[in-house]
């Protein structure tokens, strides 16, 4: 089988100009992820899809293959990732005849994972191919848990889940396990993406669990200055 890791890196973004590129610790913050992902002992290939020459050259620079620019009208705020998956699918195909069984997505913005963390996540899943896809979570707990969650109606508080009684929950130890998706390392097979499955991943999902630690995923400055905290004091 073969294992193709794809980092989506646009160039626009709202919340950090540049986002993708912005110096973390004096690196740019796509680094991270490409170094991560040339590590793996699985990944065939790394590939930046941009829509950005200059974040071409920066993931060249460090490794990884950028051999397209992403089309504008798949490169806009609003883009799923399946579009950008089908993207790279068929260029590989067209203009490489290259073929392979499984997509690694790796967002640029979750800078802590590590090629570990990507080989597992590939091994369970090679492990397991009744799977069509798998996706890292974190454990919600306390005040991140849905049942601690709450909706403003009318000016009042009102638990945010309607059927449950908050009161039953009243310590974190009562709360049931919870999983958020974390955007680290999540895994398709190919045939899934190119289908007409309404879900991308398929209906059939398995998952992966990440510590909290290695899950930030840089939206904001102040989740940029965490993350740098975190690598500056190597905790």
Known sequence: MKFVGLIPARGGSKGIPDKNIRL?????????????????KILDRVIVSTDSP?????????????PFLRPSEIATDD???RPVME?????????????????????????LKTSILIDEAL???VKNPSYSGLRSVT??????????????????????????DVSNYYQRQLLPHCYRINGVVDIV?????LSNEK??????????????????DIDTTFDLLLCEFILKNSL
Request: proline share 5%; with cysteine.
């Open 24 to 40: 973390l610790c004096g690196k740019p913050l796509i680094a991270y992820t490409i170094e991560a992902a040339l590590a793996s």
């Open 54 to 66: 200059q974040i071409a050259k920066i993931a060249i620079k460090y490794g990884a293959e950028a």
């Open 79 to 81: 883009t799923p990732d």
């Open 87 to 111: 993207h790279l699918i068929h260029w590989l195909q067209q203009n490489d005849n290259y073929c392979f069984d499984y997509l690694t997505y790796l967002r640029p913005t979750t800078p």
């Open 123 to 125: 091994k369970k899943i």
């Open 139 to 164: 454990k919600a707990e306390g005040v991140h848990h849905p049942y601690w969650m709450y909706k403003i109606d009318s000016g009042q508080l009102q638990p945010f889940i309607d059927t449950i």
């Open 189 to 193: 097979n190919v045939n899934s993406v």
């Open 199 to 216: 879900y991308l991943y398929g209906k059939k999902v398995t998952y992966y669990e990440i510590e909290e630690h290695f899950s930030i």
